[in-house]
C-alpha cells in the first residue's frame, strides 16, 4: 500500500514551518495563523467549534486563543442568549493581518500546484476532500475516547 499519509504530512509540516516564519515578524507564534484566519472567516464562532475545525483539542486552542487575545487579534464576547458562550471575533489589529495570511495561503497553494494542470487540481482537491470526510468522524470519535479497532485484529 502506497503510504500517501507521510506525503501529506511532510507537506502540512512543511508550509505551517514556512508560514510560522513568515509570520513570526507579526507577533504570530506556533499555528496562530490558523486561529486567526479561522476567526476571520467565521465571525462569532466558539471556541470548541474552532478547535474542531482546526483539528485540535480544546486545551491547545484555549492556549492560542488567550494569546491572540492578549496580543489584541482577537475579542471574546459573550453571547446575548446564553451568558455561558463567548464568542470569538478578529480585532481590528487582526483584520489587519487576514488579507496577509490569505496572501501566504494562496501563494502556497500556487506553489505546491504549479506543475499541475487545472483539471488534476480539480481531481486532486476532490480527492482530498473525500479524505477529509473519511477522517471527520474518525477524528471526532477518537476525540470522545473511542479507540480504533486495529489492534483487535492482531488478537484474532
Known amino acids: 500500500m502506497i503510504d500517501v499519509l507521510r506525503d501529506i504530512g511532510a507537506i502540512a509540516r512543511a508550509l505551517d514551518s514556512i508560514a510560522n516564519i513568515e509570520f513570526k515578524d507579526f507577533q504570530l507564534s506556533k499555528g496562530q495563523y490558523l486561529y486567526l484566519i479561522r476567526i476571520s472567516e467565521n465571525p462569532g464562532i466558539i471556541p470548541d467549534k474552532l478547535a474542531e475545525m482546526i483539528k485540535v483539542d480544546r486545551t491547545t486552542a ?23 458562550i463567548r464568542r470569538l471575533f478578529i480585532t481590528e489589529k487582526g483584520a489587519e493581518l487576514a488579507p496577509i495570511i490569505k496572501l501566504e495561503n494562496d501563494y502556497s497553494n500556487q506553489i505546491a500546484l504549479q506543475q499541475l494542470s487545472e483539471q488534476e487540481i480539480a481531481a486532486f482537491s476532490q480527492t482530498l476532500k473525500k479524505v477529509v470526510a473519511n477522517i471527520d468522524d474518525e477524528w471526532l470519535s477518537v476525540k470522545k475516547g473511542n479507540k480504533w479497532p486495529y489492534l483487535e485484529k492482531t488478537k484474532e
Do not use: H
Open 62 to 84: 484555549a492556549r492560542a486563543i488567550k494569546k491572540l487575545e492578549e496580543k489584541g487579534f482577537i475579542k471574546k464576547k459573550t453571547d446575548v442568549e446564553n451568558k455561558k
